[in-house]
């Protein structure tokens, strides 16, 4: 299990987050020291961010929920230690959350955290996004953070939406750019509409930006169809 310690670490939480997490906020410093503390010894974070906790990740990754639809089935794909997962699942209790991460040691910290913060609606699942077409339903959301460029991140995380599913995914200054690159490569992965969204404002400076990725009626496109078609084949027990 994670040790319950002290942190003395992590920085005092800016008054934003009582608003943002609401009757979780106890739970959210849990979390926040625990990244600061096993977090960091674990090598799931670096030390250099335990000062900007609640800003940069925290805050940063929670307010997300703004542009998730509600009672939605969502998939955060290489979750790491939990971003944007964690928070998402702390802000909004009507998600069923799957939290997708292959490396042993994440997934150990995500599950210990999930149990420690009693999040019932949240399923850790060690794989890669490739690994796991067929074998998860198909998901309403994917999300993830800057783990990749946006071309990558598309092709790992569209084969896993339902039709008509989105993909959410927290980049920074450059997504302009990232998207206008991806643009024909997104195409040929069912992609319908692109847009880059501010959220957050008022809570983070600058407000955290989302590139939404809004797939058509064959996720992945043609080529995905067939695998996920034959992994499913091979899985007939999918989770739910």
């Not at 078609?229 to 989770?239: E, H, I, N, Q």
């Amino acid at each position: 299990m994670v040790p319950v310690t002290e942190a003395a670490e992590l920085p005092p939480a800016p008054p934003e987050a009582r608003d943002v997490f609401g009757d979780r906020f106890p739970e959210a410093v849990r979390y926040g020291e625990l990244l600061a503390d096993v977090g960091v010894t674990r090598g799931l974070i670096g030390p250099r961010e335990v000062p900007r906790l609640w800003e940069r990740h925290l805050l940063n990754c929670a307010v997300l929920s703004e542009v998730v639809p509600n009672g939605v089935t969502v998939c955060d794909v290489g979750s790491g230690a939990g971003l944007p997962g964690i928070p998402l699942a702390l802000t909004r209790p009507d998600l069923r959350i799957t939290l997708l991460e292959p490396l042993l040691r994440r997934t150990n910290f995500l599950r210990e955290v999930v149990e420690l913060l009693g999040l019932e609606h949240v399923t850790v699942v060690r794989g890669r996004a490739e690994e796991v077409l067929g074998k998860l339903a198909p998901m309403h959301v994917v999300t993830a953070r800057a783990v990749a460029p946006l071309d990558r991140l598309a092709g790992w995380g569209v084969p896993l939406l339902r039709p008509y599913g989105e993909m959410l995914l927290l980049k920074g200054d450059t997504a302009e750019e990232e998207l206008k690159q991806a643009r024909a490569a997104l195409g040929k992965l069912g992609v319908v509409e692109t847009s880059v969204l501010r959220v957050g404002e008022g809570v983070v400076d600058p407000p955290s930006t989302v590139v939404r990725v809004e797939v058509g009626e064959s996720p992945g496109g043609v080529r995905f169809a067939a695998k996920r078609a034959k992994a499913a084949r091979r899985s007939p027990r999918r989770r739910p």
